[in-house]
C-alpha cells in the first residue's frame, strides 16, 4: 500500500510569485486535505477535495486554489504570495461517501514553502 | 464549529516515567477525536483515534486515551516513555464534515 506523498520537499519563492505544490494520496483514498502549518503552530485547515469537487474550505483567501484528478491526486495553487505564506503545507488522504467512509486521514511529509 | 484546546505547550518527562498529555474540545455536535504524533521535519502520524464506543482507546506505540463526553476531554497516556517519544503532539477533531482541527501541539521532551 502506497502512502501520500508531496512533491517539492522542499521550496524558496519571492514575495508575489505563485506556487504550485502536489500530493499523491494513498492507494484506494478518494479524498485530499490540505492544512497549513505555521511555525510553532498546528496545521490550520486550507480546503479539501473529494472526487474532483471542493468539499469545504477554510479561513484562507481567494489565492488559494486547488484542484483534484481523476486519478485523485490533487494540487494547491497560492497566488500573489506573502511573507506569511512562509509555512509547512501538509496533504492529507482519506476515504470519503458512502458506507465505506472513515474519518481518519493520513499525511503526507509536507512541503516547506519559504517566502523571501 | 469544533476547536481544541491542549492545556500543556511543553512536557518534560523522565526516561520510563509516565506522561499524560491533556486535551479538551468544544463541539456542539458528534465529535470524532485523534491524537497525531509529529517528530522534527515530519508529516504527522496518526496515533489513536475516537469514533464510537469504548471510551478508553489503545494505540500504537503502547499509548492509549480516554474519552470523557462530561468533561469534553480526550487525554493522552503512556505508562512508561522512551528517548524516542520525544516530538510534537497534535490533538484533533473533526465532526461530519471531516474537517480537523487541531489544537497548538503539546512539545514532548524524553529525558534520560
Known amino acids: 500500500e502506497t502512502g501520500v506523498t508531496q512533491s517539492p520537499t522542499h521550496l524558496i519563492k519571492t514575495r508575489g510569485q505563485q506556487v504550485t505544490l502536489r500530493c499523491s494520496s494513498q492507494s484506494g483514498h478518494n479524498t485530499v486535505s490540505w492544512y497549513q502549518q505555521a511555525l510553532g503552530q498546528g496545521p490550520q485547515f486550507i480546503f479539501q477535495?473529494?472526487?474532483?469537487?471542493?468539499?469545504g474550505r477554510g479561513n484562507f483567501p481567494p489565492r488559494f486554489s486547488g484542484l483534484q484528478f481523476p486519478n485523485y491526486s490533487s494540487e494547491l495553487n497560492v497566488n500573489a504570495l506573502e511573507l506569511d505564506d512562509s509555512a509547512l503545507y501538509l496533504c492529507?488522504?482519506?476515504?470519503?461517501?458512502?458506507?465505506?467512509?472513515?474519518?481518519?486521514?493520513?499525511f503526507g511529509p509536507g512541503t516547506r514553502l519559504t517566502v523571501t | 464549529a469544533q476547536s481544541v484546546t491542549q492545556l500543556d505547550s511543553q512536557v518534560p518527562v523522565f526516561e520510563e516515567a509516565p506522561v499524560e498529555l491533556r486535551c479538551n474540545y468544544s463541539s456542539s455536535v458528534s465529535v470524532y477525536l485523534f491524537w497525531y504524533v509529529q517528530y522534527p521535519n515530519q508529516g504527522l502520524q496518526l496515533l489513536l483515534k475516537?469514533?464510537?464506543?469504548?471510551?478508553l482507546v489503545k494505540g500504537i506505540n503502547g499509548f492509549e486515551a480516554e474519552f470523557n463526553k462530561s468533561q469534553t476531554s480526550f487525554h493522552l497516556r503512556k505508562p512508561s516513555v522512551h528517548i524516542s517519544d520525544t516530538a510534537e503532539y497534535f490533538c484533533a477533531v473533526s465532526g461530519n464534515d471531516y474537517k480537523l482541527s487541531f489544537g497548538a501541539g503539546t512539545t514532548v521532551t524524553v529525558r534520560a
Open positions: 492529507a488522504s482519506s476515504l470519503g461517501g458512502g458506507r465505506a467512509r472513515s474519518y481518519e486521514q493520513y
Open positions: 475516537y469514533l464510537s464506543g469504548s471510551t
Open positions: 477535495y473529494y472526487r474532483e469537487e471542493e468539499n
